[in-house]
């Protein structure tokens, strides 16, 4: 290990010698071939780096040099619309006083560039973080300022369907990993001036865009400055995904309720932007933020709005039944067993005490035993590769299903309870959600194990409690059930017809109103066709 | 006492003072000493709780709008003898608080959990509830609102099974005054007039952190009057099942009743419900008491942060609930000689009444501002 030590200091001593050369001043060298030294130097062999020299032929020869990093560029902007354009030999006729080393970088700034946005820097970091974003750097010797061509570009996914938020009626689009796309796919559907982007660097190495975006004049100032506020507050060295930003942004950490909503579909975030929430896009990452977060917006599919009113109502009204299976049903099923027989009526209790005989657990442990393993198989499904993934599941429904219960160890009644509830677990649409019902399912059955409906109860009233101290940017976390807002119930347990939903939640937004309030559905001029649709005006 | 940042909606109020009046006095039958008439005796109870709360605390509240009951007892009494008064209410509360959760106890022991130790069940429910009041008077409030619905749920399910099953006779509740107005005034005196209806006083520690421009008096008697209707529904469902001769005879008649209520072969053993009722109700019961102790105890003791508070008085509402009876019996008869005497006609109806009078006066002659 000595040595090692050893070797490295000498190492060190030897390249802080030749760096001493390079380093120093936070500004840019007038000397071309400095500058292209001490960029070297800082990225150090990359691969990736490409330097081309090439002079430029005005009334002087003049030398220049593109740098720019060759993975995140894309090669034919920087071909065809830098260098190209520089050595094409139709450029315009070069002005007075094109000699002096200033006078022709401005000319070059000016008419030689045949590429969309270009900035001049002259910032040493500034420059060297533009290089890694994927500009393209033009230094011109004998003066100290660089061009910054946007030629970002290189290896990234196309736009593809979205795989986890799927839909039978709807758009197909997803975000990608590239948050110009991910801005792209959001504009494209929300055509306005008002519509407003901020975006911040987060993360001393990783330097990742963050966009944050709303809707001027329909999203709330004072939730705005607090989001803007609370990103501006995170100081980490990485930010590698949006749940990096969930995290140091969120109200409360010790909730298991997910307050920030998050999606990788464009339409869901132009959906939200449009009631006046924010979104937050993270560069490297599909799944964008929406803030502020109630907890119906985990219950709400996009399609529910897609599907006629009626289909989307009753779907809607499904996932909170699939909800409360999934939270309660095991415990259900222990507290019944356990503690209350006598509710249940005769022939249903002879007929579970007739499939229990013979397991030697108590319910509780029987409960726990399935769910557990049922949570282990659907990890393993999840992780494995594909092909493996089958073999999982063939092995999971035997041992979960048949031979279980023909071994004795749990009841059949068990293996019922435990699929309806994984079933009802995957029907809700959000899937930090899902986990959340997962989690409190074991706290649920513990309380069942022991104090039966009595313990579930007291559970139950305290999970209440909690929800409804939580918070989302300001907004109560349960609204608009508590607090009590009517108007917003046409679009929360149930969906109306879009005629109806005449306001943005007033919690959320700043201007609330959608529509004229004469706006209806379609009628006939005779009067013969939606008859009794209220709200409609001649 | 002027807080701020906790604020009540009204909705929220109303309907944490109906869970709070149905509390425990939905399962244990009032005035059922007085047979049919017992309905009689709910709505009386109701009516004289409403002319104190209207007459008595309204006044008292619209003298303090800001103050809660220790505030103003301070106010008006001089902080020396305020002071006491409100340590006494502060006793009166933990010693209620404590009553009720034995009382819960023991009734969900008699129910369904007869192998759980009481003690048990009563540290788990203090437990809850102290956690609840950890979080504030406003998620207090806006809980019991869902709950509230959840009840009012609940109830709607009794009136149909009631209703659609051949179980229930409505001629049972005949006659209406079987034995006169000797045992309706009987029931009425001392019991019913302060359980459930007089023990509204403890709301006007509350009253102050309701939302500006609602008016909680009027709030409250719409809860009041809502309550007495739904403990008119469980009398009537208890004795037109059961008929007056079993109602009055089981110690839970809506268990009773219930389980013997069945609906197309498949509805049946419905007293789930009211185990959930029951729970409910009694959560909100205690959790009201403790919560006005802590508020006493905070304005005694000038605490900044009341939740500091919650730890001491669940932990003293434990060991008391345990302490304060050796056996059921002892319980009961302590409940219904002793405590109505010495404990509810003094603080529901004589120090109030007595600090309305002294705050008139001194208002005449002009010493206290409000």
């Known amino acids: 290990m000595r040595k090692i030590t050893e070797r490295y200091e000498r190492n060190k001593k030897r390249t802080s010698d030749s760096d001493r050369t390079a380093s120093g001043s936070s500004r840019l060298d007038a000397d071309l071939n400095a500058n292209l030294e001490r960029i070297k130097n800082e990225l150090g062999t990359s691969p990736d780096l490409v330097i081309r020299r090439f002079k430029l032929r005005l009334k002087k020869e003049l030398q220049v040099a593109a740098v720019y990093m060759d993975t995140l560029t894309d090669k034919n902007i920087v071909n065809d619309f830098i260098i190209r354009s520089l050595m094409s030999p139709s450029l315009p006729e070069p002005p007075d006083g094109i000699e002096s080393p200033e006078g022709a970088f401005r000319y070059v700034c000016d008419n030689a560039l045949a590429v969309g946005q270009i900035e001049a820097v002259a910032d040493w970091p500034t420059m060297s973080l533009e290089l890694l974003t994927g500009k393209t750097v033009l230094l011109v010797d004998g003066w100290d300022e660089c061009i910054c061509g946007n030629t970002m570009g290189g290896e990234r996914r196309a736009v593809s369907e979205a795989s986890t938020q799927i839909v039978i009626r709807g758009p197909k689009d997803s975000f990608s990993e590239s948050v110009a796309t991910n801005v792209g796919l959001v504009r494209r559907r929300i055509r306005t001036p008002d519509f407003a982007f901020e975006s911040i660097k987060i993360g001393s190495i990783t330097q990742t865009t963050v966009v944050m975006m709303y809707i001027k004049n329909i999203a709330k100032p004072p939730i705005i400055d607090e989001v803007r506020i609370r990103l501006r507050k995170i100081d980490t060295d990485a930010i590698l995904e949006s749940g990096y930003i969930e995290e140091f942004i969120e109200d409360n950490w010790l909730s298991p309720f997910p307050t920030i909503y998050n999606t990788e579909r464009p339409d869901i975030v132009a959906a939200n932007l449009i009631e006046g929430r924010i979104a937050i896009i993270v560069d490297g990452t599909p799944f964008a933020l929406v803030v502020p977060t109630v907890m119906s917006q985990f219950f709400t599919a996009a399609e529910d709005y897609y599907q006629r009113y009626d289909i989307g109502s009753f779907i809607r009204f499904l996932r909170y039944v699939a909800f409360v299976i999934a939270l309660f049903g095991p415990a259900a099923y222990i507290a019944l067993t356990t503690f209350h027989q006598e509710m249940l009526p005769t022939p249903l209790l002879i007929n579970l005490s007739g499939s229990r005989e013979g397991v030697p657990f108590p319910a509780l442990v029987e409960a726990f035993l399935m769910e557990i393993s049922f949570e282990i198989l659907r990890e393993a499904g999840i992780r494995m590769p594909r092909a493996v993934g089958q073999a999982v599941s063939i092995v999971g429904a035997l041992v979960l299903g048949e031979a279980a219960v023909q071994a004795g160890i749990v009841s059949p009644i068990m293996v019922i309870v435990v699929s309806i509830t994984a079933i009802a677990n995957f029907s809700i649409p959000s899937y930090n959600l899902a986990i959340t019902a997962r989690l409190l399912r074991f706290l649920f059955m513990l309380a069942a194990g022991f104090l039966g409906f009595y313990g579930v109860m007291l559970g139950l009233i305290m999970l209440v409690a909690h929800m409804n101290s939580l918070r989302s940017f300001g907004v109560a976390y349960l609204s608009p059930l508590v607090p009590v807002r009517p108007e917003q119930w046409k679009d929360f347990f149930i969906r109306l017809p879009h005629w109806t939903v005449r306001s943005r939640p007033d919690n959320v937004a700043e201007r609330t109103e959608k529509m004229p309030s004469g706006q209806g559905p379609h009628i006939d001029s005779d009067g013969s066709g939606n008859a009794g649709s209220g709200g409609v005006k001649p | ?370």
Not at chain 2, 247 to 257: E, G, V
Not at chain 2, 283 to 290: A, E, H, N, S
């Open chain 2, 1 to 370: 006492m002027k807080t701020s940042t906790e604020n009540l909606g009204p909705l929220h109020l109303f309907s944490w003072i109906v869970l709070f009046e149905l509390g425990s006095a939905v399962v244990i039958p009032i005035g059922i000493d007085a047979k049919q008439a017992s309905w009689i005796v709910i709505l009386l109870g109701c009516g004289i709780g409403i002319v104190l709360m209207a007459a008595v605390y309204g006044s008292l509240y619209r003298m303090f709008p800001d103050l809660s009951l220790t505030g103003y007892a301070s106010r008006i009494a001089g902080k020396g003898v305020g002071w006491t008064i409100g340590f006494g209410y502060l006793l009166y509360f933990l010693y209620i608080a404590g009553r009720n959760t034995r009382d819960f106890g023991d009734l969900l022991a008699a129910s369904s959990y007869d192998v759980t130790p009481v003690f048990v069940i009563n540290v788990c429910i203090v437990v809850a509830v102290g956690y609840v009041l950890h979080l504030g008077i406003e998620v207090f409030g806006r809980t019991a609102f869902i709950f509230f619905v959840f009840t009012g749920g609940l109830f709607l399910l009794i009136l149909v099974l009631v209703m659609f099953s051949d179980m229930a006779d409505a001629r049972r509740m005949l006659p209406v005054l079987p034995d006169g107005w000797q045992p309706v005034r009987k029931a009425l005196y001392p019991t019913n007039v302060t359980f459930p209806f007089g023990e509204m006083i403890v709301m006007a520690m509350f009253f102050p952190h309701l939302k500006q421009r609602w008016k909680p008096i009027r709030i409250g008697i719409w809860a009041m009057l809502l309550s007495a209707a739904l403990l008119c529904v469980a009398a009537f469902v208890n004795i037109s099942v059961l008929g007056i001769e079993i109602a009055s005879r089981t110690t839970f008649p809506l268990f009773t009743s219930l389980s013997r209520l069945r609906l197309a072969e498949f509805v049946q053993r419905m007293d789930a419900v009211v185990l959930l009722l029951l729970i409910i109700s009694s959560f909100f019961k205690i959790g009201t008491f403790m919560l006005a102790a802590v508020l006493v105890a905070r304005d005694l003791f000038r605490t900044d942060n009341y939740k500091t508070l919650i730890f001491p008085v669940g932990l003293v509402v434990i060991i008391s609930s345990i302490l304060m009876a050796g056996s059921l019996t002892e319980h009961l008869e302590e409940g219904l000689t002793i405590v109505p005497y010495y404990l509810h006609l003094p603080f529901q109806f004589a120090i109030p009444v007595a600090l309305l009078l002294v705050g008139w006066i001194r208002r005449l002659g002009g010493n206290v501002s409000s």
